[in-house]
């Protein structure tokens, strides 16, 4: 997982209106070059979704996200997700993963849930919100203490910062909205998601 992380530098958060939606964003963020994707729980079908791409972008690693409990995880699993994402320290989901063999990335914040996450068994974290929380300088404070955790930062990050977050120490970056514009998504303008992603992926330097 760290591995896979760190050869795709970035991961496209997709939140979609429809489970078809999801499908096509994310078929055209693959023709843009994008090589790890995390469908989220907010996307209603979501597990249709991750069933039909499973299948079809078989090179791309694909992911659940927003994953907050148990049963969402056990679900996701089964719909072939390589790997699951919560934006909070889930330590039902975490014990479900390691029980199934399916890497898990909780979502922390302070020293504390850190430490928590890694006494659990969780290899990669994901720092949320890093925008808002304090973004680069917070980081590097954060990896002071930590100076081996595996980061993967999500949360307000525009495309053009990601060098200075993997220079200052994370795995990967998530990235959202610069990758599928919510316009693009309504529309059905899988045109523009692929220009928007193959634009955010040239400026992060991907």
Not at 82 to 91: D, I, M, N, T, Y
Not at 104 to 119: F, I, K, M
Request: neutral net charge; aromatic residues 4%.
């Amino acid at each position: 997982m760290v591995a896979a992380l760190r050869e795709a530098k970035v991961v496209g958060v997709l939140r979609a209106p429809t489970a078809r939606a999801a499908v096509e964003a994310a078929l055209a963020a693959a023709r843009g070059g994008l090589r790890a994707v995390e469908l989220t729980f907010t996307t209603p079908g979501v597990l249709e979704a991750l069933r039909e791409l499973r299948e079809r972008l078989p090179a791309v690693l694909l992911g659940a996200g927003t994953v907050l409990g148990a049963r969402e995880a056990e679900a996701a699993a089964g719909a072939g997700a390589a790997f699951l994402v919560s934006p909070h320290l889930g330590e039902d989901v975490l014990e479900l993963c390691r029980a199934r063999g399916v890497p898990y990335v909780p979502g922390v914040l302070t020293p504390t849930e850190v430490v928590r996450a890694r006494a659990l068994g969780a290899e990669v974290v994901k720092l949320f919100p890093a925008g808002s929380s304090g973004g680069i300088p917070y980081l590097k404070d954060l990896l002071g203490p930590f100076p081996d955790l595996q980061v993967m930062a999500t949360g307000g990050i525009k495309p053009a910062e990601v060098p200075a977050y993997l220079r200052a120490g994370a795995l990967a970056v998530g990235l959202g909205s610069n990758l599928f514009p919510r316009a693009a998504l309504e529309a059905g303008d899988w045109a523009a998601v692929e220009t928007a992603t193959r634009q955010a992926l040239a400026e992060a330097g991907v």
